[in-house]
């Protein structure tokens, strides 16, 4: 079933379908990882035909929260080197925040925008400053020009 599984969503990214390639990556994963499977997945990430889609979708669902230790485990064990992210790289949400922040919006401003609770926002912004090591929003925005994260 985790072999049938994982070669169902590199079908899906060849097929240019994310959500049910990741959707159904995660399925493959979540019955894999409580029983430690790695051969299944390392089989498939030395494949010349699947090795490369394999990668890049586990990348991707590792970046979105699923089983990240697992995922690189599974990476490692087939001799993928991979870079890890800088645990100051900001997410896809926290920079639609800052981009907002940059553009002058208050937060319940920003939480209007992108349909979320104040409080959410509130939790993305001290995300942001212990990310970016800085202390207010001004400094935020001017961090996150010089990355050229806005």
Do not use: W
């Not at 060849?14 to 049910?20: L, V």
């Not at 399925?27 to 699947?50: C, H, K, M, W």
């Not at 889609?53 to 669902?61: G, N, R, V, W």
């Not at 485990?73 to 926290?94: F, K, Y």
């Amino acid at each position: 079933m985790i072999e049938m599984l994982a070669l169902r969503a590199i079908l899906a990214a060849r097929a240019d379908q994310p959500c049910q390639t990741l959707s159904t990556l995660e399925q493959a994963l979540a019955l894999a990882e409580p029983e430690g499977y790695v051969r299944t997945f390392i089989d498939l990430l030395n494949s010349t035909s699947e090795g490369r889609t394999m990668t890049d979708i586990l990348l991707q669902t590792a970046q979105r929260g699923v089983a990240p230790a697992y995922v690189a485990h599974l990476l490692q064990a087939a001799g993928v080197t991979i870079s890890a992210p800088s645990p100051n790289t900001l997410n896809e949400r926290e920079i639609q925040i800052i981009a907002l922040i940059a553009a002058g919006h208050s937060s319940p401003k920003v939480a209007e925008t992108l349909v979320i609770s104040i409080h959410t926002v509130r939790t993305h912004v001290k995300n942001i400053y212990r990310k970016l090591d800085v202390h207010s929003r001004v400094q935020a925005v001017e961090k996150a020009h010089t990355l050229g994260l806005v």
